[in-house]
């Protein structure tokens, strides 16, 4: 019975409830050492029934032991592995150990970790205990954390157990929590009446004044009539009393629980065989069954409390811990787990060793996953074992580099920091640096980044002019992210003086930034370098950089198809870093060709796993596009919502897109002197990189507060540029531009229509025949303005441009004519993940591959086409593609 835990337990009790009835919930514990959470989770169990229970525990020695807890809590499911998709069972495998080679990516493993769970609740409602989540190794908690973050409808309970105020790898910000407090005294008392002795009335006060309602402390705590009320004394204590049960254990039983305590798994099956090399038998378990200290649940030791872990290990010689690891590395060895083995084998070390920290090379190389926190965990261990000063550089280098792919950012500069104090070479220093420099620009802090970059090239130059270049390109794109050109401009200088191989295309990311701060059409012939010269990489991060500059040179369809490309191969390999880093220019793409639901969908979902990453530069960008749909829609609220962080970071490429976001909502809903004064301002200031896309909007409002003189350097200035990039669309708008200055208006307008035909964002190709229809109704042109304001409102309600449409219909009536408010058709009605879910499911993918491609488990899926059935008035999945292919293509605009 659990005295005074009714809240608890009713709270545990709905969650359980909730996941019957088929939708997924979690539940956080927490308190301090002994405060009943593990009795809490023992009571879950209870309550669970005939729920499949899963059980993990987090363990302080294996917090540096890569999915540890992950393997304590799958292992008996990996039969079910090959249910999964083939790239998350091989990363899982991986991670678990059963698969050497394997790429267990941070994110795939943390995709399979939820496929899986989801194919087991599928069977019956799943419960999945995690207690002391604090001492979790990082692997294995940031894959849990990805699984949680995403149930839904998978009929999945979670409860978790963790420490107050103790650091974690498992962060529970923005799951639901529930604080575990002291017993209330009539509950203590009740609680120390189940004590097997009784407790003599004239000591019964000073232990409930003691243990201070702490559940574990009211039960072990000695009665030896001293009070004692500073609660560090009062777990010291606790400390003593499972030091001295250990103490009274027979020989035997303390080496086997001994090896149980030194292991990096609870499971039987390996504890066991290593006792036995030990001289222990299965009997000699019982004493410390006895004395309650552990127990055999399902094939697994359970220890009653970490304390005893603790003491266990405290009270151990250190003769008698080696010869457990040694034992415990002899098993793993012979089960062929090349991972486990170098773990224990590194433990046995009392000093350097080399051949351990080989070990540990080895297992990261062939065994452990790549690009994750294992290689990182395991090479930092491997260069605390090493003695020769500089193997220990390249080892914590290697290590950083790790932990930075994994995005342990904090982890990884600490880890640089390390190795810079054993390192002298200039080119491992210069590994270093990018080390470091990732850090910083992932923090967004680039400045510091291109400092370090820059330096750091040269003192390479001389002694690797290749990789001096590489660095000096990776500073220039840092200064180009902080907005600083003259620090470009000076990279670029210094490029040119070091004479290294790609001095050429530093120059050339100099002159397009130089030229796009300037408003200049000038960055279009270096622009055109860089893709000519870079064009045919194979590199991620590089074919993402072409896309940048095809959406720069206004070609919409290469850079989509570059951004669909790399966006579809991070899905397909479960590359959620990756896929946090495309999905700005896939939505951005979409954005302007006119696929709206599609760009809040991809930037929506890109902003979640960008919040998983850790990748806040990528996180600005994408609340800049669905700023810019927010204003497309008049959604005033939520546009001023997403641009006031980038807004308040200063002058950078953020901020100019989100002063043109606001513009454009300002024109939208007719405030010209707003929207003319903050584009004036953005423009004139000193940076105004990315700004060439907001011209047109000054041109209009500077016509529309009667100042067209102030517009007339606009329109010239991106003309010019139009003309250079050479697309109908841009030449279009240039001539819109025109048109709204000068008095040939009718030609200029009936020209930029049959451009915008050509193809391009069918936004523009609205505004401009708005505005055609507007001049042709003032001409009394009255027939003619309908038919081009008819096309502009199809294709603006299309996009739910509301301010926009509203707009054309007032032209509308002033011309006589009635228009009713449009239908937003059936496929708008969804929310941005039901739109992508149901895209994939029109396309004939399978609920395991959509939820693949999303990160959603398969379950969730199903759930959300279940919600969107009705809205679209579909039943099948046959009839949502046809729905799906009758929609209107809104970049195709009407027929003329």
């Given at each position: ?13 709905a969650l ?10 979690v ?39 890569p ?6 809590l799958l ?20 991670a678990?150990?059963?698969?050497t ?7 795939l493993?943390?995709l399979?970790?939820?496929?899986l769970l ?6 019956r409602?799943l419960?999945?205990l995690v207690d002391?989540?604090?001492w979790?190794d990082?692997a ?6 990805f ?7 998978e009929?999945?309970a979670v409860?978790v ?8 790898p498992?962060?529970p910000?923005g ?5 575990i407090?002291p ?9 120390v009446?189940?004590r097997?002795?009784p ?8 232990l ?8 574990l ?7 030896d ?12 204590r606790l400390?003593?009393v ?10 035997a039983?303390r080496?086997?629980l001994g ?5 990096s798994t609870?499971?039987a099956a390996?504890?066991?065989?290593a006792a036995?090399?030990?001289g222990?038998?299965?009997d000699d ?23 005893v ?10 003769g ?7 034992a415990?590395?002899?098993v793993?060895?012979?089960?062929g ?5 170098a773990?224990h084998?590194?433990?046995?070390a009392?000093?350097?060793d080399?051949?351990?920290a ?10 452990s996953?790549?690009?994750s926190a294992?290689v990182s965990a ?7 074992l090493?003695?020769d ?6 080892r914590l280098?290697?290590?950083a ?5 994994a995005g342990?950012?904090d982890?990884?500069?600490a ?18 640096a990018l080390?470091?420099?990732t ?7 680039p400045k510091?980044?291109?400092r370090?970059?820059?330096?750091a090239?040269?003192?390479v130059?001389?002694?690797?002019p290749?990789r001096a ?13 902080a907005?600083?050109f003259g620090?470009?401009d ?13 001095a050429?295309?530093?120059?050339a990311?100099?002159r397009v ?8 059409d ?12 870079t064009?045919?990489?194979a590199q991620?991060?590089?074919l993402?950089?072409?896309g ?6 206004a ?7 570059i951004?669909?490309?790399l966006?579809?191969?991070?899905r ?7 896929l946090a ?11 302007m060709?006119?696929?709206?639901d599609d ?14 990453t850790?990748?806040?530069?990528h ?5 800049t596009v669905l ?7 008049g959604?005033?609220e939520?546009?001023?919502e997403l641009?006031a962080e980038p807004?308040?970071?200063g002058?950078?490429?953020?901020n100019v897109h ?8 300002d024109l939208?809903?007719g405030?010209?002197?707003?929207a003319f ?6 423009l ?10 907001s011209?047109?909007d000054?041109?209009?409002a ?5 100042r067209p ?6 329109a ?5 540029w139009?003309?250079h990039?050479?697309q109908?669309w ?6 819109r531009?025109?048109?709204l200055l ?13 451009l915008?035909?050509?193809?391009g964002p ?15 109704r ?14 502009a ?10 301010p926009?449409?509203?707009r054309a219909?007032a032209?509308l ?9 449009a239908?937003?058709?059936?496929v ?9 879910v149901?895209q994939?499911?029109?396309r ?8 693949a ?9 199903g ?5 969107a059935y009705p ?10 593609a ?5 929609q209107p293509?809104?970049?195709?605009g009407?027929?003329a």
């Amino acid at each position: 019975m659990l005295h005074g835990r009714t809240e608890e337990i009713a709270r545990i009790d709905a969650l359980l409830g909730q996941v019957r009835s088929g939708r997924s919930g979690v539940l956080v514990l927490r308190g301090e050492a002994g405060i009943g959470k593990s009795a809490l989770l023992d009571h879950a169990a209870h309550l669970a029934g005939d729920m499949r229970v899963l059980r993990t525990d987090g363990i302080e020695s294996e917090a540096g032991f890569p999915y540890a807890g992950l393997h304590l809590l799958l292992g008996r499911e990996t039969d079910r592995l090959d249910a999964l998709p083939a790239p998350q069972a091989r990363a899982l495998r991986a991670a678990l150990g059963q698969e050497t080679g394997g790429d267990a990516n941070r994110f795939l493993v943390g995709l399979a970790v939820l496929t899986l769970l989801a194919e087991l609740a599928e069977e019956r409602p799943l419960l999945c205990l995690v207690d002391d989540a604090h001492w979790l190794d990082a692997a294995s908690a940031e894959a849990l954390l990805f699984a949680v973050r995403r149930l839904d409808a998978e009929a999945i309970a979670v409860v978790v157990a963790v420490r107050a105020d103790e650091p974690s790898p498992f962060d529970p910000v923005g799951l639901p929590e529930l604080p575990i407090g002291p017993l209330d005294e009539a509950a203590a008392a009740a609680l120390v009446a189940q004590r097997p002795e009784p407790v003599p009335g004239y000591l019964r006060s000073d232990l409930l004044t003691e243990a201070q309602g702490n559940p574990l402390a009211l039960l072990e705590l000695p009665l030896d009539g001293e009070p004692r009320r500073v609660p560090s004394s009062r777990y010291q204590r606790l400390h003593q009393v499972f030091a001295e049960r250990v103490r009274r254990l027979p020989e035997a039983t303390r080496r086997l629980l001994g090896v149980a305590a030194d292991a990096s798994t609870a499971d039987a099956a390996v504890v066991l065989p290593a006792a036995e090399r030990l001289g222990c038998t299965r009997d000699d378990l019982t004493p410390a069954e006895q004395a309650q200290l552990v127990r055999l649940v399902e094939g697994r030791l359970v220890f009653r409390h970490p304390l005893v872990r603790t003491a266990l290990r405290e009270t151990a010689e250190a003769g008698s811990r080696m010869a457990a690891h040694e034992a415990l590395a002899a098993v793993y060895a012979a089960r062929g787990d090349v991972c486990s083995y170098a773990w224990h084998r590194s433990a046995m070390a009392i000093g350097p060793d080399e051949e351990a920290a080989q070990a540990l090379e080895a297992a990261a190389r062939s065994g452990s996953p790549r690009v994750s926190a294992a290689v990182s965990a395991m090479c930092e261990r491997a260069a605390a074992l090493t003695a020769d000063r500089a193997r220990r550089g390249q080892r914590l280098t290697t290590a950083a580099e790790a932990a930075a792919d994994a995005g342990q950012l904090d982890r990884a500069a600490a880890l640089a920091d390390q190795a810079a104090d054993y390192v002298t070479d200039p080119v491992q220093l210069a590994d270093i640096a990018l080390v470091r420099a990732t850090v910083l620009d992932s923090r967004d802090r680039p400045k510091e980044a291109h400092r370090l970059l820059s330096d750091a090239a040269v003192a390479v130059a001389s002694l690797d002019p290749r990789r001096a270049g590489h660095l000096l390109f990776r500073a220039g794109r840092a200064a180009a992210n902080a907005g600083d050109f003259g620090a470009l401009d000076r990279t670029a200088a210094r490029a040119e003086e070091l004479g290294v191989p790609s001095a050429h295309l530093v120059s050339a990311l100099s002159r397009v930034f130089a030229a796009q701060n300037a408003l200049s059409d000038a960055s279009v012939g270096p622009l055109r370098v860089l893709v000519e010269e870079t064009t045919g990489c194979a590199q991620h991060l590089e074919l993402l950089d072409i896309g940048w500059w095809h959406l720069m040179l206004a070609d919409l369809d290469s850079a989509h198809d570059i951004a669909a490309r790399l966006a579809d191969t991070a899905r397909q390999q479960g590359a959620a870093g990756l896929l946090a880093s495309v999905l700005p220019l896939l939505a951005r793409t979409q954005l302007m060709s006119g696929w709206h639901d599609d760009a809040e969908a991809n930037a929506t979902e890109g902003l979640r796993i960008a919040a998983d990453t850790g990748q806040r530069r990528h996180a600005v960008y994408l609340n800049t596009v669905l700023a810019a749909l927010a204003a497309v829609r008049g959604d005033e609220e939520r546009c001023v919502e997403l641009t006031a962080e980038p807004i308040a970071r200063g002058v950078t490429p953020g901020n100019v897109h989100a002063a043109g976001a606001l513009s454009l909502l300002d024109l939208g809903l007719g405030r010209y002197e707003a929207a003319f004064g903050r584009l004036s301002g953005m423009l004139a200031a000193r940076h105004r990189g990315g700004a060439m896309a907001s011209l047109p909007d000054l041109v209009e409002a500077a016509v529309r507060v009667n100042r067209p003189a102030d517009g007339l350097p606009a329109a010239r200035q991106y003309a010019e540029w139009a003309a250079h990039v050479r697309q109908p669309w841009t030449r279009a708008v240039a001539l819109r531009c025109q048109a709204l200055l000068d008095g040939n208006a009718d030609d200029r307008y009936a020209q930029a229509v049959a451009l915008h035909r050509q193809g391009g964002p069918p936004f523009e190709r609205a505004r401009t025949e708005l505005l055609h229809g507007e001049w042709l109704r003032r001409a009394r042109r009255i027939s003619e303005a309908r038919i081009v304001l008819h096309s502009a409102l199809e294709i603006f309600d299309r996009l739910r441009a509301r301010p926009w449409s509203a707009r054309a219909r007032a032209e509308l009536r002033a011309a006589g004519e009635s228009v009713r408010a449009a239908d937003t058709g059936a496929v708008q009605r969804l929310t941005p993940q039901e739109h992508q879910v149901v895209q994939l499911a029109a396309r004939g993918l399978s609920n395991r591959e959509i939820g693949a491609q999303l990160f959603l488990s398969p379950r969730t899926v199903g759930y959300h086409l279940y919600k969107a059935y009705p809205k679209l008035g579909v039943g099948s999945r046959s009839e949502l593609a046809s729905l799906v292919a009758d929609q209107p293509d809104p970049r195709r605009g009407v027929s003329a």
